[in-house]
């Protein structure tokens, strides 16, 4: 098989991972009334597995760090896999937290895994090309694998999601075992050496920017279906292809966001995007009954939303170019902390205040990170090549 095609394989395994995270959003309400608990205590299960796989991720990669790299994914996913028999063949709420928090230690370290063992295989001079391949399949199960899930749990149950995910999960460690060749060992940057990063103020203000955007963002998007559901008036036979095209357009906009800020630079790819943003998760909780005029908001918001991704990140790798591979992977580590966030703050506000009340506290989250954008970008920053072209290319 040649390098190309295993590079496939690993995207194959982290629409896997990014699937079994994901996919909550999209059962929200069938696992609330499975398992007989509010929307809030299902939204934690975004929070708790967010968290696991923000903090523990980079320590068990540390640990780890002297493994052969074709066996850790093999361990790694041999982990995440138990965490999903576990969702599939445990009853209640209690064991589905222990069984997130499992898949949470195990597809942390298969992200990072795939990431290094795709910029190791790749031929010379599509590196950058084959990172963002491999992340394309974490996008993909926003666009797939949450809308796949949704159908799967109307016909055979929610259960039978983590179930069929366990079982390619099986598949892609065999495939692997013989696909992927052995990796020779680097020295991992230490960790303290990666939070020193965290004492300079710009890099601070950098991160804040996407742990608001992406808050803000999850506030709403955890709680989603139901309030597709109950708010704006959806069938649940609608949803599955409403969540599609929601998908679909995330991954325009991401194109979108690459090519804007080639052609008209950060800073306005970053305050247009999340203006947008800011609009349409306000007009969703206006236009609440119309179903073509809320398709075509979920369509807008979703394009102005994930345009914001490739072009923070390429803005992060400009802020301190020579530690920007650093930077980037304190940035994965925000991103789950502004998920897991959002996905907490929400449920308190859908419990305690109301499901209408998501929308204007994300909107409240994105013009944050509006004000830190412009507080950022007041000083010029340097730039780097060959870092900004693989997040560029996401």
Same mark, same amino acid.
């Given at each position: 098989?040649?390098?190309?095609?295993?590079?496939?394989?690993?995207? @194959?395994?982290?629409?896997?991972?990014?699937?079994?995270?994901?996919?909550?959003?999209?059962?929200?309400?069938?696992?609330?009334?499975?398992?007989?608990?509010?929307?809030?205590? *299902?939204?934690?299960?975004?929070?708790?597995?967010?968290?696991?796989?923000?903090?523990?991720?980079?320590?068990?990669?540390?640990?780890?760090?002297?493994?052969?790299?074709?066996?850790?994914?093999?361990?790694?996913?041999?982990?995440?896999?138990?965490?999903?028999?576990?969702?599939?063949?445990?009853?209640?709420?209690?064991?589905?937290?222990?069984?997130?928090?499992?898949? *949470?230690?195990?597809?942390?370290?298969?992200?990072?895994?795939?990431?290094? @063992?795709?910029?190791?295989?790749?031929?010379?001079?599509?590196?950058?090309? *084959?990172?963002?391949?491999?992340?394309?399949?974490?996008?993909?199960?926003?666009?797939?694998?949450?809308?796949?899930?949704?159908?799967?749990?109307?016909?055979?149950?929610?259960?039978?999601?983590?179930?069929?995910?366990?079982?390619?999960?099986?598949?892609?460690?065999?495939? @692997?075992?013989?696909?992927?060749?052995?990796?020779?060992?680097?020295?991992?940057?230490?960790?303290?050496?990666?939070?020193?990063?965290?004492?300079?103020?710009?890099?601070?203000?950098?991160?804040?920017?996407?742990?608001?955007?992406?808050?803000?963002?999850?506030?709403?998007?955890?709680?989603?279906?139901?309030?597709?559901?109950?708010?704006?008036?959806?069938?649940?036979?609608?949803?599955?292809?409403?969540?599609? @095209?929601?998908?679909?357009?995330?991954?325009?906009?991401?194109?979108?966001?690459?090519?804007?800020?080639?052609?008209?630079?950060?800073?306005?790819?970053?305050?247009?995007?999340?203006?947008?943003?800011?609009?349409?998760?306000?007009?969703?909780?206006?236009?609440?009954?119309?179903?073509?005029?809320?398709?075509?908001?979920?369509?807008?918001?979703?394009?102005?939303?994930?345009?914001?991704?490739?072009?923070?990140?390429?803005?992060?790798?400009?802020?301190?170019?020579?530690?920007?591979?650093?930077?980037?992977?304190?940035?994965?580590?925000?991103?789950?902390? *502004?998920?897991?966030?959002?996905?907490?703050?929400?449920?308190?506000?859908?419990?305690?205040?109301?499901?209408?009340?998501?929308?204007?506290?994300?909107?409240?989250?994105?013009?944050?990170?509006?004000?830190?954008?412009?507080?950022?970008?007041?000083?010029?920053?340097?730039?780097?090549?060959?870092?900004?072209?693989?997040?560029?290319?996401?």
């Amino acid at each position: 098989m040649s390098n190309t095609g295993k590079i496939y394989i690993l995207a @194959i395994v982290s629409f896997l991972v990014g699937t079994s995270q994901y996919i909550i959003s999209g059962i929200l309400d069938n696992i609330s009334e499975s398992l007989g608990i509010t929307l809030a205590a *299902a939204g934690q299960l975004i929070t708790i597995f967010s968290l696991v796989y923000a903090i523990f991720t980079p320590v068990l990669m540390a640990i780890t760090s002297r493994m052969d790299k074709r066996k850790l994914m093999i361990y790694s996913l041999g982990l995440f896999v138990i965490g999903n028999i576990l969702a599939f063949i445990l009853p209640g709420y209690g064991f589905f937290i222990v069984s997130r928090i499992i898949m *949470a230690f195990g597809a942390g370290m298969v992200v990072v895994t795939a990431l290094t @063992i795709a910029e190791k295989i790749a031929p010379k001079g599509k590196k950058a090309s *084959a990172i963002a391949t491999v992340i394309m399949g974490l996008t993909a199960s926003l666009i797939i694998g949450v809308p796949l899930g949704r159908m799967t749990s109307e016909v055979l149950g929610w259960k039978a999601v983590f179930g069929g995910i366990a079982l390619l999960g099986l598949v892609a460690m065999v495939i @692997i075992s013989l696909t992927i060749p052995k990796i020779q060992v680097e020295k991992l940057t230490p960790l303290n050496q990666q939070l020193a990063l965290l004492k300079k103020p710009k890099v601070v203000l950098g991160l804040a920017i996407t742990f608001f955007w992406l808050g803000g963002y999850s506030i709403v998007y955890t709680y989603l279906s139901p309030y597709l559901l109950n708010i704006s008036g959806v069938s649940d036979k609608l949803l599955s292809g409403v969540l599609l @095209i929601f998908g679909i357009a995330s991954l325009v906009g991401s194109k979108f966001g690459g090519f804007s800020t080639d052609r008209w630079g950060v800073r306005f790819t970053l305050i247009g995007g999340m203006m947008l943003h800011i609009t349409m998760l306000v007009l969703l909780s206006i236009v609440a009954h119309s179903y073509v005029g809320v398709l075509v908001i979920l369509i807008l918001w979703s394009f102005a939303a994930w345009s914001t991704g490739p072009t923070q990140q390429y803005h992060l790798a400009t802020i301190e170019p020579e530690s920007s591979s650093l930077l980037l992977g304190l940035n994965q580590s925000m991103m789950q902390l *502004a998920m897991a966030a959002g996905a907490g703050i929400g449920g308190i506000f859908v419990e305690r205040v109301s499901l209408t009340s998501i929308t204007w506290l994300g909107a409240l989250g994105v013009t944050i990170a509006i004000g830190l954008t412009i507080l950022t970008s007041r000083s010029p920053s340097k730039k780097t090549s060959v870092d900004c072209n693989v997040v560029k290319s996401q």
